[in-house]
């Protein structure tokens, strides 16, 4: 396939001046490679000296024809889809995961990915898949808090009472009387035999 230029209002000692302006190095490379296909290079040569792929070079020729030298830049990114809630409506949102669910409203007592999501179909009729309102979430902000379970019939006032006295400094050191205990209680074997043996003594 060859590259034909047909845009000449630029010499290619005018395309490598601009080359050697500008700071976008791709942009400087697709000049070089049209400045070469201009001076009687054949593509291959054209896209090896300028380190681009065979393909490459025609596809931005075709740019180069139709847009000059602003076909070699690459065009700015669209940014995707536009957000389908405004800044407004995602402040909101957060208002409402950090007040907490209306139990009479809502009908829950914490939010779930799924109950926000029906307020937010509610409120602003902008439908929202369960990992899109996880995504919101976590952009605005938030973390998954998983709570504890609680039984029932827990005695607050018992539990407290135990945080308390395991909040108590241990001890470091044994008092004398809790070591003269234990000496006590722990004796030697070899002294317990001796001792067996002596009383057998004494009796015979």
């Known amino acids: 396939m060859t590259v034909q230029i047909t845009r000449l209002e630029l010499t290619p000692e005018d395309l490598r001046r601009e080359a050697s302006r500008t700071k976008d190095a791709a942009a400087g490379r697709r000049m070089l490679a049209i400045a070469l296909v201009l001076e009687g290079h054949r593509r291959g040569v054209a896209a090896r000296h300028s380190a681009m792929d065979g393909q490459t070079l025609p596809d931005r020729a075709h740019r180069y024809n139709a847009e000059g030298i602003a076909g070699l830049f690459n065009r700015p990114h669209g940014g995707g889809r536009p957000r389908k809630l405004t800044a407004a409506q995602e402040a909101a949102i957060a208002g409402w995961v950090r007040a907490g669910p209306d139990p009479e409203r809502d009908g829950v007592v914490r939010w779930r990915l799924i109950d926000l999501g029906k307020r937010i179909v509610d409120e ?37 009472a135990h945080k308390k006295r395991m909040a108590r400094p241990v001890r470091k050191r044994f008092l004398q009387s809790d070591l003269n205990s234990l000496r006590q209680r722990i004796r030697p074997v070899g002294m317990a035999r001796a001792k067996m043996e002596i009383r057998a003594f004494r009796s015979s």
């Open 124 to 160: 602003f009729d902008v439908p929202l898949h369960e990992r899109s309102v996880g995504k919101l979430v976590h952009r605005l902000g938030f973390r998954h808090i998983s709570v504890r379970p609680r039984h029932p019939q827990a005695d607050a006032s018992a539990q407290e």
